[in-house]
């Protein structure tokens, strides 16, 4: 059994920097793609960041030369570099698994909140 856990979220200003960790349990290398969403309240999960298992990235627009992402099969981790946040970046962020099988795994979720 996979299990995906989060850390790193917080508090910080807008300008700031927040980097967040995902570290999985279990084999990861059977994860084709790994990733971060995000969910601001009352709005809909969306995609921020994903990374094949070749290193192949993609990241949203809205986050884009601010995110980057970085994936270590190794260590088991998908990190979320997140740069010059602003108060829009506020939400609840998961990282994710999507199996060869198209299952996709889950974390718990890490709060990030970025003030004025």
């Known amino acids: 059994q996979v299990q995906l856990v989060e850390s790193g979220g917080g508090l910080v200003q807008a300008g700031g920097s927040l980097r967040l960790s995902c570290v999985a349990s279990?084999?990861?290398?059977?994860?084709?793609?790994m990733g971060w969403y995000r969910q601001p309240v009352g709005k809909q999960r969306e995609l921020v960041a994903s990374v094949t298992r070749d290193g192949s990235t993609d990241i949203a627009d809205s986050v884009k030369g601010r995110f980057s992402i970085a994936r270590d099969n190794l260590k088991k981790t998908v990190d979320l570099q997140m740069n010059w946040l602003k108060p829009e970046d506020t939400a609840v962020y998961y990282c994710?698994?999507?199996?060869?099988?198209?299952?996709?795994?889950w974390g718990q979720g890490t709060q990030v909140t970025v003030s004025p």
């Open positions: 279990g084999s990861i290398f059977s994860f084709n793609t």
């Open positions: 994710y698994g999507l199996s060869a099988l198209g299952t996709v795994h």
